[in-house]
């Protein structure tokens, strides 16, 4: 049996925007189980690259391949969670019932999602609307579904940034686990969050 493609797979390119060189990318290659830190001065192209990653940037035309696929066909968006920083949550449901929605939508069980919110201080807005909710709360609703998933791949825009000392704390402990149960991620943050677990780091450099 040929052996399985990389979780993730970047070979060395120079990310173009607009037409123009935005940053050198270092080529690099996740298994199952790998954190990567993705990292690099302001404007350098961590978001952009991680969309491209997610499949909303097709039209840069960059050759990396997630599971094996391109990124946004059926085989890498199935096997990838993806959190910006501004991710949307369904705003007609409370949290427990987007939670249950999102875990249904992926044929997933909704404990670990459960689960995550709890460990990240969720417990008492799970019957909160999202419209009522604080940035920081939002995107700790957000982190709870896409690491609740257990997806093979999955994508973190700066997920520290808006969170207190505790649920950077807890944060952190759910990236650990998630490692090792498996899965990679990728992280950017401009922080020492990431600093004692086992990480590669990717440093985008400005072309
Ligand atoms: N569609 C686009 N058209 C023009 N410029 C774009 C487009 N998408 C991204 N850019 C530019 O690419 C650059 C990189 O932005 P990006 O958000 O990826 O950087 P970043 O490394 O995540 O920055 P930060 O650390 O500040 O979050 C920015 O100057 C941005 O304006």
Redesign the pocket.
Known sequence: MPPAAPVLSVPPFTLE??GRP??RVPGVQLQPGEVLHLC??????????L?VLAGE?PDLGCEVRVLGCAPGSRGARKGTAWVPTDAALPDDLTVAEGLTFLAALWSRPVTPLLALADALGLTGWLDAWPTKLSRGTRQKVALSGALGLGCALTLL??PFGTLDAASRAALRTAIRARAQAGGALVV?T?GEELAGLPVQTLK?EPA
């Open positions: 925007v607009a935005l940053a690099g001065p302001n404007g350098a192209g961590k978001t952009t690259l969309r940037r825009d700066e950017t401009h985008l």
